[in-house]
Nanobody, 115 residues
């Protein structure tokens, strides 16, 4: 059974940091590109960060460049999103996805940036 389980969300003050984790199981993790998306009510889901199946290339939304870092640990079937210098506009439900021919989604973890 395919499963993507996000964790690490929470409430943080502006300027703070959080590290999101996504535990993958039930599929061949090393063959999949991994992505983090986010969504706020009334808005479309936004691609935040992506990493290739080999982990040799990453890309980011302009709004998070220089602040967020995506990484993967193939030995643990994990993908991470390190988020620094958080802003109120980063508040969203963050989703992990695995992409190949099929796309798998997690249930999301809430990040709230508020003073």
């Amino acid at each position: 059974q395919v499963r993507l389980l996000e964790s690490g969300g929470g409430v943080v003050q502006p300027g703070g940091s959080l590290r999101l984790s996504c535990a993958a199981s039930g599929f061949e993790f090393t063959l999949y590109r991994m992505r983090w998306y986010r969504q706020t009510p009334g808005k479309e889901r936004e691609l935040v960060a992506a990493i290739t199946s080999r982990g040799d290339s990453t890309n980011y939304a302009d709004s998070v460049k220089g602040r967020f870092t995506i990484s993967r640990d193939d030995a643990k079937n994990m993908v991470y999103l390190q988020m620094n210098s958080l802003k109120s506009e980063d508040t969203a439900l963050y989703y992990c996805s695995a992409v190949r021919v099929t796309t798998f989604w997690g249930q999301g973890t809430q990040v709230t940036v508020s003073s």
